[in-house]
C-alpha cells in the first residue's frame, strides 16, 4: 500500500523510507512519540500531502498522485473538524449531500450511521451542545456514512478525559468489526493502540521501527527503544 515513501520540507525531514502493506479488513496503529511522523503517514495516504518519494496503492489502484476526493476513504480528526453551526445530522450527511445523494438514501444513511454510533435522537442538535465524547461520536457517524472501506483516524480520543476514551475506544473497535472496514489508527499512547490493533507500526524520527502483532513487539522488539516504548521487560 505504501511503497518507499518519503515527505520533506525544505529539508524538513517528515517521513522516509515508509514501506507498509495494510491488511483489508484490519485494525493499523501508528504509534510512536510526538513528532515522530504519524501524521504525516496518514496525511500522505489521506491526499492531504503528496509524496516527493514512492508509491501509494489503494485497492491496488496507485494514488500516489490522485487528490484526496478520488481516493475512497474517510478520515476522522482529533479536532472532529464538526461545523459548529450545522446540526449533528446536517453535519453527519454533508458530504452526501456535496455527492449530490438522492434525499432518501441520504435520510437512510444517517439513520443507519446514528444508529451505529448511539446518536439516535440528537439529530437536532448543534455541536456546541453536545459533550466531547458525543462530538466524536458524530464525527464518526460522518466518517461511517460515506461507506467507505478505509477509514483513517488520527488521534480520535486524545480530546477526551480518560474514562470517556475508555468507553469510545470500545465503540470504534466495535465499529470496525461490525462494519469489517480497514482502519489506520494514528496514537501517541502505547496502551491504546497495544490494546486496539491487530498490526502495530512503531515509529521513530520519520523512520519505521517495527511492524508487528501487539504481540511480536512485546516478546520480540527488534530495538532497545522499541522494548522501552511498548514496556517490555529488559
Ligand atoms: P506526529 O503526528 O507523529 O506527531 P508529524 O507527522 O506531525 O508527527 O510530524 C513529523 C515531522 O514533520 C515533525 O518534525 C514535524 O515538525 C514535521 N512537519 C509536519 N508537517 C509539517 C509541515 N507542514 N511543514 C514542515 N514540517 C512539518
Ligand atoms: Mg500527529
Not at 37 to 45: D, E, Q
Not at 90 to 103: D, S
Not at 181 to 203: F, G, K, N, R
Not at 205 to 212: K, S
Request: aromatic share 4%.
Amino acid at each position: 500500500m505504501l511503497k518507499d515513501i518519503a515527505k520533506r520540507w525544505n529539508g524538513q525531514l517528515g517521513v522516509e523510507g515508509i514501506s507498509l502493506d495494510i491488511p483489508e479488513g484490519s485494525f493499523t496503529a501508528l504509534l510512536g512519540p510526538s513528532g515522530c511522523g504519524k501524521s504525516t503517514t496518514l496525511r500522505l495516504l489521506a491526499g492531504l500531502e503528496l509524496a516527493d518519494e514512492g508509491a501509494i496503492l489503494i485497492d491496488g489502484k496507485d494514488v500516489t498522485t490522485s487528490a484526496a476526493s478520488d481516493r475512497n476513504l474517510s478520515m476522522v480528526f482529533q479536532s472532529y473538524a464538526l461545523f459548529p453551526h450545522l446540526s449533528v445530522a446536517e453535519n453527519v450527511v454533508f458530504g452526501l449531500k456535496v455527492r449530490r445523494v438522492p434525499k432518501q438514501e441520504r435520510q437512510e444513511k444517517l439513520h443507519r450511521a446514528l444508529e451505529i454510533t448511539g446518536l439516535l435522537g440528537y439529530e437536532n442538535r448543534k455541536p456546541g451542545e453536545l459533550s466531547g465524547g458525543q462530538r466524536q461520536r458524530v464525527a464518526l457517524a460522518r466518517a461511517i456514512v460515506a461507506g467507505q472501506r478505509l477509514c483513517l483516524m488520527d488521534e480520535p480520543l486524545s480530546n477526551l478525559d480518560a474514562k470517556l476514551r475508555n468507553s469510545v475506544r470500545k465503540d470504534i473497535k466495535k465499529l470496525q468489526r461490525d462494519l469489517g472496514i480497514t482502519v489506520i489508527y494514528v496514537t501517541h499512547d502505547q496502551t491504546e493502540a497495544m490494546s486496539m490493533a491487530d498490526i502495530v507500526v512503531l515509529m521513530k524520527d520519520g523512520h519505521i521501527q517495527q511492524v508487528g502483532t501487539p504481540n511480536d513487539l512485546y516478546s520480540n522488539p527488534n530495538n532497545t527503544f522499541v522494548a522501552e516504548f511498548v514496556g517490555a521487560p529488559p
